[in-house]
C-alpha cells in the first residue's frame, strides 16, 4: 500500500460523524453503528476510485472503510499508517531500544481477545508514542467501543493485518511458561491469521516459527 493511498482513505473518515476526546479516542454518535449509511459526496472521486463506492451513490458507512482498507493492508508496512514516516524511521535508527511498533501489536491482540481497557490504552499510546495517523486511530477507537466489533469478521480481519505488519522480531515475551504455549492472546492471533488470506503468509516469521 502507498503513502498517497492511506492518505485517500482516511479521508473518508471524515464523513463518519465522530464524538472524538483530546486524546484521539472517539466513538460513533448515540443510534448508529458500523453499518449505518452516511452521506457522502465524492467531490473528487476518491471512493469511486479507490473502489469503495460505485458510479452514483452518495452513502459511505464504516463498514465500507474497513474493507477498504482490509484490501491495501494485506501488503502494507507501518510506516505507512504513522503520521511522519521519515519521524518514525529517525526513531527506529536511533538505536533507543523503543520497540514502537510493538504497541500496535500489542493493541491489536488485546482488541482481538475483547481487552477493550487495554486496547484503548496501547491505542493511546500508539497515538502519542510510535505517531499512529489522527483518523485512523480515530477509526480504531470507534471499532473497540462498537460492541458488536469481537465477532465481527471485517473488523477481526482488520485486528489480525495490524498485528501482522507490526509484529515483534521476538516473540519469547508472548510465551506462557505456566501454560506450556503460547498466552491466551497470541493464540487467538495465530488462529485469526489462519482465517486470513496473504500473498506471504507462508513467510512471516510467525507462521514459521509456530509451524517448527
Not at 458500523?34 to 469503495?52: C, H, M, S
Given at each position: 500500500m502507498s503513502f498517497g493511498i492511506f492518505k485517500e482513505i482516511e479521508r473518508l473518515v471524515e464523513y463518519i460523524p465522530i464524538e472524538s476526546h483530546a486524546e484521539g479516542i472517539g466513538k460513533l454518535e448515540e443510534n448508529t453503528n458500523?453499518?449505518?449509511?452516511?452521506?457522502?459526496?465524492?467531490?473528487?472521486?476518491?471512493?469511486?476510485?479507490?473502489?469503495?463506492?460505485?458510479m452514483g451513490k452518495n452513502t459511505i458507512s464504516l463498514r465500507d472503510i474497513v474493507k477498504l482498507l482490509n484490501k491495501f493492508l494485506i501488503d502494507a508496512k507501518i510506516d505507512e499508517i504513522v503520521e511522519?514516516?521519515?519521524r518514525y524511521r529517525q526513531l527506529q535508527s536511533s538505536g533507543s531500544g523503543l520497540p514502537l511498533k510493538n504497541l500496535l501489536f500489542d493493541f491489536s491482540l488485546s482488541a482481538l481477545n475483547g481487552d477493550y481497557l487495554d486496547a484503548k490504552l496501547y491505542l493511546t499510546h500508539s497515538f502519542y508514542l510510535l505517531g499512529l495517523r489522527r483518523r485512523f486511530v480515530l477509526l480504531l477507537s470507534i471499532l473497540i467501543n462498537e460492541p458488536v466489533s469481537i465477532n465481527d469478521t471485517d473488523v477481526r480481519k482488520l485486528f489480525t493485518y495490524l498485528a501482522l505488519i507490526s509484529e515483534p522480531n521476538n516473540v519469547d515475551v508472548h510465551f506462557d511458561m505456566d501454560n506450556n504455549g503460547f498466552s491466551n492472546r497470541y493464540s487467538i492471533y495465530l488462529q485469526e491469521l489462519q482465517k486470513v488470506t496473504l500473498p506471504d503468509i507462508n513467510n512471516s516469521p510467525l507462521i514459521n516459527l509456530r509451524n517448527q
Open positions: 458500523i453499518d449505518t449509511q452516511f452521506y457522502f459526496k465524492d467531490l473528487d472521486g476518491i471512493a469511486v476510485r479507490l473502489g469503495v463506492l460505485e511522519s514516516p521519515r
